[in-house]
């Protein structure tokens, strides 16, 4: 399994921006495709965007699609989630998840290794 760190979550004002990082150790990320998940209080953990080991193939939840960027540097072993026009209700907290496999996918019960998750909060 690879061990993943997520930072850059904050309190942010509606309409702002903010940049999420995961860092990876361990085994060869670049054979993995990664995921981004969030958990608000009281509800399930949701998919949000995916992206393949190579960084050419993407799937976005529709209600982040034109506002949230996922991609990944495997030089550097990390993957981003850049954030723009925030809104109130994206305040959750954010996992960064591997997949052993060099395809995305939105299933959250194909991930291997998750994160410790970073809160977000955006205010209005």
């Known amino acids: 399994q690879v061990q993943l760190v997520e930072s850059g979550g904050g309190l942010v004002q509606a309409g702002g921006s903010l940049r999420l990082s995961c860092a990876a150790s361990g085994r060869t990320f670049s054979s993995y495709a990664m995921g981004w998940f969030r958990q608000a209080p009281g509800t399930e953990r949701k998919f949000i965007a995916a992206i393949s080991w190579s960084g ?3 799937y976005y939840v529709q209600s982040v ?19 723009n026009s925030l809104k109130p209700e994206d305040t959750a907290v954010y996992y960064c998840a591997a997949h052993s496999s060099s395809r995305p996918t939105t299933n959250i019960y194909e991930y ?13």
């Open 112 to 124: 291997d290794s998750w994160g410790q998750g970073t809160q977000v909060t955006v205010s209005v």
């Open 56 to 58: 050419d193939s993407t």
């Open 65 to 83: 699609k034109g506002r949230f960027t996922i991609s990944r540097d495997n030089t550097k072993n990390t993957v981003y989630l850049q954030m």
